[in-house]
């Protein structure tokens, strides 16, 4: 263990080295969690303040420069991330406190954790292999979830709503989940996860997994698939939804405050400099 974390230091001691000797354009990656209640989304607005926008402030005030960000993927307004990754790049050294000196210009409820040194080629949108997101409800007034969770107590029958969910498996072209007004080539994901979890208090949470999510797929997936619990819509009227490749058909998007990414999926290499730059 000791020799291997000895490695990992003189690696990235190597790749500093270089750095400040011949001023090479390094790509970092930053590994960050936010609470989006009070922001526009990840991506910067033009009226209204994002993540992206607080972070890239904070960067170019440290490191004395203009910093640019890409993010992992875009989150909508409201909806928070416990892990996100997002790339930047720089031709001078990092300062040796620079997770210290970021995270003292933005607020508590955005945290950086770590930036380490990736390959010019590695993208936090593009490199990735999956994302995974949870959803959740729950099913009394709790203050201690407020803006965490989406509060909705209703009936709901949840074996209904996972033998749907189920159903998502078996296709890859989710237009009917797609905000209508979207710039991409292609509706089409893979989705590995998808399936309610009942707590032992009631409460739910959904769990969705996939290489990529459109524009509000998630909560429009949540959303139909409550109508669904509530007898509202049947399982083969969900598998419609799907086939109908229409947004109109599906249910309205779930609130946003009940929305998490919770993890981004890389390959193992992307990671082989990772170390918190305070050590």
């Known amino acids: 263990m000791f020799q291997k974390r000895f490695s990992e230091r003189k690696s990235l001691a190597i790749l500093r080295l270089a750095n400040r000797i011949f001023a090479i354009t390094m790509r970092y990656f930053l590994q960050?969690?936010?609470?989006?209640t009070h922001y526009h989304g990840w991506q910067r607005q033009p009226n209204g303040l994002s993540v992206q926008e607080v972070l890239e402030t904070a960067l170019t005030t440290v490191l004395r420069q203009p910093i640019a960000i890409v993010g992992s993927g875009r989150t909508d307004a409201g909806v928070h991330a416990r892990e996100q990754f997002a790339h930047f790049e720089v031709d001078t050294p990092l300062p040796t406190h620079l997770l210290r000196s970021v995270n003292s210009l933005t607020p508590s409820d955005i945290a950086v954790y770590n930036c380490f040194p990736v390959r010019s080629d590695d993208h936090a949108r593009y490199t990735a292999t999956f994302r995974y997101y949870q959803y959740h409800i729950s099913r009394r007034k709790d203050p201690f979830q407020d803006g965490l969770a989406y509060v909705f107590t209703p009936p709901l029958a949840i074996d209904t709503m996972n033998k749907a969910a189920e159903i998502l498996h078996n296709h890859t072209d989710f237009e009917s989940f797609s905000k209508v007004k979207t710039d991409v080539k292609t509706f089409e994901c893979r989705i590995d996860r998808a399936e309610?979890?009942?707590?032992?208090?009631?409460?739910?949470?959904f769990h969705i997994q996939a290489n990529r999510f459109l524009h509000g797929m998630v909560r429009a997936i949540v959303g139909t698939l409550l109508e669904v619990g509530q007898g509202r819509l049947s399982i083969a009227?969900?598998?419609?939804i799907i086939l109908a490749r229409d947004r109109r058909r599906a249910g309205r998007a779930a609130p946003a405050e009940g929305l998490s990414l919770v993890k981004v999926g890389y390959p193992m290499e992307v990671f082989k400099n990772r170390m918190m730059n305070d050590e």
């Open 196 to 205: 309610w979890e009942q707590k032992p208090t009631g409460d739910l949470v």
């Open 237 to 240: 009227d969900f598998e419609q």
């Open 32 to 36: 960050l969690a936010y609470r989006g």
